[in-house]
């Protein structure tokens, strides 16, 4: 079956316009994640939906970021008025969740990625 | 909250040799330890995991071991190939949290 897909794939935007990330997750899965990666780096927690709330923001780095995921599948991640350090490449990642989430024992499947560049 | 380190952020083997990166976290209620590589332009792929009620897990070439005693879990790779040069990432989990190592570049020389 398909696997996580991400568009575009490659975004160049100027400093101060919006932008907006879309992800399509693994169908059935119903926990989704988004990550930041900058150049040579670690994977960053950016916000994570259960269904389409999402419980955790709390990676978010300013209020310029937000996300929402609507029908439990795809979601869009918008960044307003980009700055330079925004540049990075986004990856999405969804989780099915079965049985008791508290237990974590899911399997997370990334995406290829955006990578924005704001020049 | 969690903290992941990871050793060594930069590895280079010969063709056939044995590789190993390791990982250590902080929250001793982490219960899944994922592995994944990171080739050039795509996202990380998950190539093996552990979960906290196992000490080690072996699938082919690749091995993963768990001390949770210590808080720390390695990565094994033996007769290692250059398809294996890539980035690895380790991951500890609680709940819905990952955290992520930095990652390991790996090079295998041919």
């Known amino acids: 079956g398909a696997g996580v897909s991400q568009s575009p794939s490659n975004k160049v935007t100027e400093k101060g316009k919006d932008v907006e990330l879309r992800c399509d997750p693994i169908?059935?899965?119903?926990?989704l994640y988004w990550y930041r990666q900058s150049l040579g780096q670690g994977l960053e927690f950016l916000i994570y939906?259960?269904?389409?709330?999402?419980?955790?923001k709390s990676g978010l780095p300013s209020d310029r970021f937000s996300a929402e995921r609507t029908g439990g599948s795809v979601s869009t991640l918008t960044i307003q008025r980009t700055q330079q350090e925004d540049s990075a490449v986004y990856l999405c990642?969804?989780?099915?969740?079965?049985?008791?989430?508290?237990?974590?024992?899911?399997?997370?499947?990334f995406g290829p990625g955006t990578r924005l560049t704001v020049l | 909250g969690e903290n992941v380190e990871q050793h060594p952020s930069t590895l280079s083997v010969q063709e056939g040799d044995s590789a190993v990166i390791k990982c250590t976290y902080s929250?001793?209620?982490?219960?899944?330890f994922p592995w994944y590589k990171q080739e050039l332009g795509k996202g990380p792929q998950l190539i093996i995991d552990?979960?906290?009620?196992?000490g080690e897990k072996k699938d082919q070439r690749i091995a993963v071991t768990l001390n949770k005693t210590a808080k720390h879990f390695s990565l094994h790779i033996t007769e290692t190939q250059p398809e294996d040069s890539a980035v690895y990432f380790c991951?500890?989990?609680?709940?819905?949290?990952?955290?992520f190592g930095p990652g390991t570049r790996l090079s295998v020389l041919p």
């Open positions: 990642a969804s989780e099915r969740l079965a049985g008791v989430p508290s237990r974590g024992y899911n399997e997370q499947f």
């Open positions: 169908s059935g899965h119903t926990a």
């Open positions: 939906f259960q269904g389409n709330s999402a419980p955790d």
């Open positions: 929250d001793s209620a982490s219960n899944y």
């Open positions: 552990i979960r906290s009620n196992v």
């Open positions: 991951a500890a989990k609680k709940g819905q949290n990952f955290v």
